[in-house]
């Protein structure tokens, strides 16, 4: 069965720009109602303005006080379709080379803002019918990646999540799933993953239309045989996705260290 046949309501974070105004753009497009929700509070309020059926808000995903906000701002009868957990952040280069606050940074905003968007969004997706949580992850959860340690682990920790949360509110009729693009050409790619190795040996195939056209997708897949709740975007992560699950792990490590070299 279809699991979504008519518009229903969405929230997504980091929705200022890149991958989160894809994907908010996307489903206002169909009629969706919107929140867009991020720590610019000017940039949502931009695109939100004279759309009746979006709904623009500061949140800073590393408060849950701001979490309950948002929500019961958005969600004013206690229900919610989807919630995207999109907002992130990245810092490249050497290990040492950045300090503990850049990487405690990534850490509170890509694992801990979905750990604080999972647990205060879960009532408000229990109560819509088919509720779904969509994480945004990355090809970087594959294999740790050198200059992209700890934002790799960051992502690992979100397909991690993604599969237990799957499998344990399965009975509640939630579905968890996660997005997993290679690079993608948003300012966090193009700004601050300037000079990877890996970039410059696999080039940016992706834009964010491509990872909002892939959330479409998700939210109204058909149910089928039991799957792996990761969804792939683009051809290139599909392949490599699959090179990685099948190589054997030394194989891996050769792979990755040669393209962040």
């Not at 974070?13 to 994907?23: D, E, L, N, V, W």
């Not at 690992?156 to 009729?173: N, Y």
């Not at 964010?208 to 683009?234: F, K, M, Y």
Request: hydrophobic residues 45%; glycine residues 12%; charged residues 20%.
């Amino acid at each position: 069965m279809i699991m979504r046949t008519r518009p229903g309501s969405i929230l997504v974070t980091g929705a200022g720009r890149g991958i989160g105004r894809s994907i908010a753009e996307r489903f206002l497009a169909a009629g969706w109602r919107v929140g867009l929700f991020d720590v610019d509070e000017a940039a949502v309020a931009g695109a939100a303005a004279g759309r009746p059926d979006a709904v623009p808000g500061l949140l800073d995903v590393r408060d849950p006080a701001q979490w309950v906000s948002a929500l019961e701002r958005f969600c004013p009868d206690g229900t919610l379709d989807v919630l995207v957990n999109n907002a992130g952040v990245l810092a490249s280069g050497p290990f040492t080379g950045i300090d503990a606050a850049g990487h405690r940074r990534q850490v509170d905003v890509n694992v801990g803002g979905v750990v604080n968007g999972a647990l205060a969004g879960h009532p408000y997706l229990r109560r819509a019918r088919h509720g779904m949580l969509l994480n945004l992850c990355s090809a970087s959860a594959l294999y740790g990646q050198p200059t992209l340690a700890t934002y790799g682990a960051t992502k690992a920790a979100v397909k991690s999540l993604t599969e237990a949360l799957d499998l344990e509110w399965r009975a509640e009729g939630l579905r968890v799933r996660s997005l997993v693009p290679l690079f993608v050409d948003t300012e966090m790619v193009t700004r601050d993953g300037q000079g990877m190795a890996s970039v410059a040996n696999l080039g940016v195939r992706l834009v964010p239309a491509d990872v909002a056209e892939a959330a479409w997708r998700v939210v109204h897949e058909r149910t089928r045989l039991p799957r792996s709740p990761h969804r792939t975007v683009g051809r290139q992560t599909r392949v490599l996705a699959v090179a990685s699950s099948v190589s054997p792990d030394w194989l891996n490590r050769l792979v990755v260290g040669r393209l962040g070299s």
